[in-house]
């Protein structure tokens, strides 16, 4: 066995490896040994989920944003946004459209938008909860307070994603204005699993300054804090930004460490994101045939769509739309996989 086979079996076996071996194994796997990582990835994925893969659907309430993260495209000092914020009737219009097609979780993800008060949010999800209480709610507006997050909790919210974007603080510090701290976005994680919310952290692959060192850190994070959702995708630049001529991350690197991810922390769920999709014409089946399990088509009306552009050509109609649901099971169905009606929450191991 040569070294990176022995690292291969230690990572399937102990789901824990030094970072030095995680960074072998992003700079020296040939085409062969992603291939081996890949089916070992389904492997653990089927164990678990079978041959399921949860959808959820993707209601991205508010454009405007009070942060000014230097890659995305809806940061607040962009002033070519065209910004807009859905009101409760528009999202609970998504929610029915998205009910009748069969989605069971709605995921509602926007800026951070000082307008979104604990009160009109809390409102809103137990709203949704009244409707739906077979549905699961996930919020994805950012940073907030604990007592913030407990609100939403009590109101019925079942989980929060908030992508820690880096594991590393000094390129989290290079990533974002100065007013962003490192330390809140972690004591957020914390806050949020320590409130009962099913967690979701994430990173982008291939942003601006990133390096395999990083990138092992990265992986150490997830070894070490467990997420119950993990979001990666490739960063894309963004025309109105600091980052508009940086080159996109790669598809095949995101593949790579969807794997890896599935083979460290089997039961975390892994979607197959958009970022993904939009830089390859079939990067949801390759997510899903590296060990993703989830995808999350979009529910948002269709007029604003477009400008919730975070980064250049997000895709947002075809196959990202919720309404495409047949084309997209189709296509799922073909690489042996099936779409299911379900809430589809984290498997919990019994201790
Ligand atoms: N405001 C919420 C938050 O901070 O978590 C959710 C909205 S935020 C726009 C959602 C995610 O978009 C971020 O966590 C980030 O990883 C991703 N994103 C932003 N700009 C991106 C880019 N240029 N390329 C890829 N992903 C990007």
Do not use: W
């Not at 990173?203 to 070894?223: H, R, W």
Request: proline share 4%.
């Amino acid at each position: 066995m040569n070294n990176l086979s022995i690292i291969i079996n230690k990572l399937s076996q102990q789901h824990s490896l030094t970072n030095d071996e995680y960074k072998m194994l992003l700079l020296e796997c040939s085409k062969d040994d992603v291939d081996h990582l890949a089916r070992l990835a389904r492997k653990e994925t089927e164990k678990i989920y079978g041959k399921n893969i949860y959808i959820r659907g993707l209601i991205e309430i508010s454009n405007y944003c009070k942060n000014d993260c230097y890659y995305c495209g809806i940061r607040a000092s962009n002033t070519s946004c065209d910004r807009y914020r859905l009101t409760d009737d528009d999202i609970l219009e998504c929610c029915k459209e998205g009910y009748a097609l069969g989605f069971r979780t709605f995921v509602l993800q926007g800026g951070e938008d000082p307008a979104l008060t604990d009160d009109i949010i809390c409102n809103l999800v137990s709203k949704i909860k009244e409707l739906y209480p077979d549905c699961a709610i996930t919020l994805s507006l950012g940073e907030r307070s604990k007592e913030s997050y407990k609100k939403m909790k009590q109101a019925g919210a079942d989980r929060y994603l908030l992508r820690h974007e880096t594991a590393t603080a000094e390129h989290y510090a290079l990533l974002h204005p100065s007013k962003m701290s490192f330390d809140n976005r972690i004591r957020c994680l914390y806050d949020l699993r320590n409130l009962g919310f099913q967690v979701g952290c994430g990173f982008m692959v291939g942003s601006p300054e990133q390096t395999p060192d990083m990138l092992a850190e990265e992986l150490k994070f997830i070894e070490t804090f467990k997420p119950d959702m993990c979001g990666i995708g490739p960063f894309i630049p963004h025309v109105a930004t600091k980052y508009h001529n940086y080159t996109a991350g790669s598809v095949d690197m995101t593949c790579l460490l969807l794997s890896i991810i599935r083979l460290i922390h089997p039961c975390v769920l892994l979607p197959a994101t958009t970022a993904l999709g939009t830089l390859a014409p079939n990067g949801r089946e390759k997510g899903i045939l590296s060990g993703a399990n989830v995808i999350m088509p979009n529910l948002s009306p269709a007029s604003v769509r477009k400008k919730y552009m975070i980064y250049d050509n997000k895709l947002s109609d075809g196959d990202e739309s919720a309404s495409a649901l047949d084309s997209i099971k189709n296509k799922i169905n073909s690489i042996g996989y099936n779409i299911i009606t379900s809430r589809g929450d984290v498997y919990k191991p019994k201790k």
